[in-house]
T-cell receptor, first 114, second 113 residues
Framework: AQSVAQPEDQVNVAEGNPLTVKCTYSVSGNPYLFWYVQYPNRGLQFLLK??????LVKGSYGFEAEFNKSQTSFHLKKPSALVSDSALYFCAVRLDTGFQKLVFGTGTRLLVSP | GAVVSQHPSWVICKSGTSVKIECRSLDFQATTMFWYRQFPKQSLMLMAT?????????EQGVEKDKFLINHASLTLSTLTVTSAHPEDSSFYIC?????????FGPGTRLTVT
């Protein structure tokens, strides 16, 4: 079964420091990977995706993610964190069959301190 | 572009009553929409896939008679929680698919008293 894992419930980082939110995946076939962000009582906002091509994917709000096939990882990164980046982050894999459903990880709460 | 709305954004209802949540794709047509449920501090759980003009496909363990889904047009899907109980209180999020991408609504907070 296709799945993603987010090993950290929470990541704490000081404003201005680089941040990494980890995600590993398990898929059969080509992985279609996504990162979404959720602010309190809001829906999900798309950050970036990997379908094919360059392993370094750049997305919204200065975020980027690196696809690593050998380590089956798709970690989310940002060079310099902002307090406003504090939110809940979800990694997801899209199933390549049927309705192309998304399977989400358990989420990682990012807390950026001033 | 690719905006999805939900209505209402929050609703409080009494136990035993039914409540309808609407999901609309505002600037595109979506043959497929998805309904998710999210408990506090937890991930999104897919409840069902809604297809325009046909019956919804429910995930295992989701009661289809309790969570009625209707996808009457290419821009509107509705989720009706029938005979709601306090344990149905949750955050419900819909998404609409366009060209392989899912665009999410802002969510509906349901509280059943």
């Amino acid at each position: 079964a296709q799945s993603v894992a987010q090993p950290e419930d929470q990541v704490n980082v000081a404003e201005g420091n680089p941040l990494t939110v980890k995600c590993t995946y398990s898929v059969s076939g080509n992985p279609y990977l996504f990162w979404y962000v959720q602010y309190p009582n809001r829906g999900l906002q798309f950050l970036l995706k990997y379908i094919t091509g360059d392993n370094l994917v750049k997305g919204s709000y200065g975020f980027e993610a690196e696809f690593n096939k050998s380590q089956t990882s798709f970690h989310l990164k940002k060079p310099s964190a902002l307090v406003s980046d504090s939110a809940l982050y979800f990694c997801a894999v899209r199933l390549d069959t049927g309705f192309q459903k998304l399977v989400f990880g358990t989420g990682t709460r990012l807390l950026v301190s001033p | 572009g690719a905006v999805v709305s939900q209505h209402p954004s929050w609703v409080i209802c009494k136990s035993g009553t039914s409540v309808k949540i609407e999901c609309r794709s505002l600037d595109f047509q979506a043959t497929t929409m998805f309904w998710y449920r999210q408990f506090p501090k937890q991930s999104l759980m897919l409840m069902a896939t809604s297809n325009e003009g046909s019956k919804a496909t429910y995930e295992q363990g989701v009661e289809k008679d309790k969570f009625l889904i209707n996808h009457a047009s290419l821009t509107l899907s509705t989720l009706t929680v029938t005979s709601a109980h306090p344990e149905d209180s949750s955050f419900y999020i819909c998404s609409a698919r366009q060209i392989g991408e899912q665009y999410f609504g802002p969510g509906t907070r349901l509280t059943v008293t």
